[in-house]
């Protein structure tokens, strides 16, 4: 991986940086200096001064063990993001896993990829799949990428898709949904519906779930009043 993108100026320790943040943030679990080092492919000496940095503004924290992870600055930062509409959302998300007994979640679209902006797991459930802020995954998989990409005109999709994904994409702007399983996470199911707002990215709502009984038609249909509900109070 090259720290900017073929002719595009840019800052070589900014890029590695942000790179630790990703890092960390991928890796589910506190990593050592010497493991950031190795996933960002540098000396340790520089990963040692970039982690410094980063810990300096409140972006890292070192526990007893030594090890990083991220830290709550992070959260500060992330709530930031498109603040109207996590606010307007964090209600409908509530409400839906709660009445699903499912993880629900709102994404939206970044670059290729789909990434996770706020998610709610249900208050009563033992089973209930984690689904955390800033998980991302190419937009290609999983039905919250495929119900965005039915969002968009097929010159913005990405380019060589496999004729199964299209025809999921295709399947799921004609029925209003889109469903996957054992796409982004073995065994887990997901259903998504697309969440089309004035003057921003394209998003959707999502549940994920262990296989259950209930019909994907039946879950589609509550994220739908709930997506309703979020463009009604964002004017649209």
Known sequence: MTDAAPGVPASQTLSRGIRVLETLADAREPLTIDEV???????????????????????????????????????????????????????????????????????????????????????HSVAAVAQRPGTRHPVTVGAPGKAILAQLPERAWPRSLPAPVVADIS??????????????LPSVHAVAVPLTLRSRPPATIAVVHVAGGTEPSIIAARLARSAEAIRDALGG
């Open 37 to 123: 080092a190795e996933r960002l492919e540098v000396h340790r000496s520089v990963a040692y001064r970039l982690v410094r940095t980063l810990e300096q503004h409140g972006l890292i924290v070192r526990e007893r063990s030594g090890r990083l992870t991220l830290g709550a600055r992070m959260a500060a930062l992330a709530a930031g993001v498109a603040h109207d509409l996590q606010a307007e959302a964090l209600p409908e998300l509530t409400a839906v896993a709660n009445d699903l007994g499912m993880t629900c979640f709102l994404a939206v679209l970044d670059h290729e990829e789909c990434v996770t902006l706020v998610s709610v797991e249900p208050r």
């Open 171 to 184: 399947e799921a702007a004609a029925r209003g949904f889109a469903t996957s399983h054992d796409e982004v």
